[in-house]
């Protein structure tokens, strides 16, 4: 196994030309090299995979903005993704597919996502480095199915917990986690495009989210027979409205307290 180059531990910055439309790829410890080496504070497309002589992707302090998207998917060893440090803004985060990973320890400075997607990492067990995180995406842009927050096939998590922070998000959808059982996130969350829980056979608990006050498209909870009916009819009766679309589907009829 080799070591992330002592290149990417380094602060300092350089100010690139961003050529829109472009992709950077590191799929090896030549091309992670290299792209240290640049340092470019803003890029525009970023993408790690396989990476297989890898146990740990970690620095990167450097970046500041991915103004389209932020990859990190299919790493091959890598068990701990640590750094990220500074980076502040990028338009989607997608972490999907790193099979050996298990500590995410980063992206400590990041405030405004417009898409973020947690997949396929079961041996994740928590959010919690995305806890600074006060925007993702607009709740009213009805255009774009790509925004918000997507937790897809996490079989680690069995309490989902964080983002208390965000007050904005677009789609919050959370679906195929077979061993969650509750879910405590977005506590300061207002205003969200739709919100889909399906397929979490386990989850017995929505949270309360307190502050919750409209969902512009749709509400829909489906394939949870242990979470009652009237905890959910709760939350949608706390809305200003209620969203033109509710789909309730496969929960329990058991009684609230």
Known sequence: MQEVPDVCSLDVAQDCNLDEGSRIKVNNVEELAQVCEDACEEVYRLSFADLRELEELTGFSWLKRVEAVLYIRSLRSAHTLRGFDNLEYASSVVLERNFSLNTIDAFGSLREVNHLKLSLMDGIDSIQAF???????????????????????????????????????????????????????????????????????????????????????????????????????????????????????????????
């Open 131 to 257: 806890d600074h995180l006060e925007y993702l995406g607009p709740a009213d842009d009805l255009g774009d199915d790509n925004l918000g927050f997507f937790l897809d096939g996490m079989n680690g998590i069995t309490h989902l917990e964080g983002l208390h922070k965000v007050r904005e998000a677009g789609f919050v959808v959370i679906r195929y986690n077979k061993n969650l059982e509750s879910i405590d996130i977005m506590e300061s969350v207002e205003e969200v495009r739709s919100l889909a829980i399906v397929h979490n056979p386990k989850v017995a608990s929505l949270g309360e989210w307190p502050n919750l006050r409209r969902v512009h498209q749709g509400i829909q909870i489906e394939g949870a027979p242990n979470l009652r009916r009237c905890e959910v009819e709760a939350l949608i009766d706390q809305l200003e409205e209620r969203p033109p679309t509710v789909e309730l589907s496969g929960l329990s009829d058991a009684p609230c307290d």
